[in-house]
């Protein structure tokens, strides 16, 4: 099972420009979200969504965008790149977006996005 | 807002018991779950707790108190590849469901 996949795994951007960070996962599971991670620290929850059509902002969702078309994939979007969007993007996906049951979230291998 | 709190570094011998503490001031809380992270790794689960008390699994046990907005891991019989980071994240209740929110984690070096 290829289970959560993110592209690229690697980027260097410039001031400015835009990307579409890319995030898929093959487990039918409805609830996804992306986090950032800076050196040394913990997870932060930039968006979430429960469901196709459905997103929500976490704690830092300026300067991203997301959309959920699809129950698969769960694009992340930084519209005009900064240096303190430098850092590492994980996307995660669990089963559904009920709480009252044990849902381990499922992580892919992060992109490392550097921006100069 | 929210905040969580957990020791920046814990230092445990090979075979010795640590245990990892979190505290929590939130609201719309759900539940405390653990998850794992090696160096350039992603993050892995390892337990949730919704109701008060201990859960086990194999070498690895949580505990939660909600009246006390705290939780802990503990990890038994330590090895060596136990050394990463360890995360507490609580559950919340968002705006169309949950949202994870994560501690800044616990870096725990296993010496021999």
């Known amino acids: 099972n290829a289970g959560v996949t993110q592209t690229p795994k690697f980027q260097v951007l410039k001031t400015g420009q835009s990307m579409t960070l890319q995030c898929a996962q093959d487990?039918?599971?409805?609830?996804m979200s992306w986090y950032r991670q800076d050196p040394g620290m913990g997870l932060r929850l930039i968006h979430y969504s429960v469901g196709a059509g459905i997103t929500d902002q976490g704690e830092v969702p300026n300067g991203y965008n997301v959309s959920r078309s699809t129950t698969e994939d769960f694009p992340l979007r930084l519209l005009s790149a900064a240096p303190s969007q430098t850092s590492v993007y994980f996307c995660?996906?669990?089963?559904?977006?009920?709480?009252?049951?044990?849902?381990?979230?499922?992580f892919g291998d992060g992109t490392r996005l550097s921006i100069l | 807002g929210q905040s969580l709190e957990q020791p920046s570094e814990v230092t445990a011998v090979e075979g010795a018991i640590v245990q990892i503490n979190c505290t929590y001031q939130?609201?719309?809380?759900?539940?405390l779950s653990w998850y794992q992270q090696h160096d350039g790794g992603a993050p892995t689960f390892l337990s949730y707790?919704?109701?008060?008390g201990l859960e086990e699994t194999g070498r690895f046990s949580s505990f939660l108190s909600r009246s006390d907005s705290y939780g802990y891991l503990l990890l038994q019989e330590l090895q060596m590849k136990d050394s990463a980071s360890y995360f507490c994240?609580?559950?919340?209740?968002?705006?169309?469901?949950?949202?994870?929110?994560f501690g800044s984690g616990t870096r725990l070096l296993v010496r021999p």
């Open positions: 487990m039918n599971h409805e609830y």
């Open positions: 994240a609580v559950s919340l209740r968002g705006d169309s469901s949950y949202k994870l929110i």
């Open positions: 939130t609201s719309g809380f759900y539940g």
């Open positions: 995660a996906s669990s089963r559904d977006g009920t709480v009252t049951s044990n849902q381990p979230q499922h």
């Open positions: 707790n919704a109701l008060d």
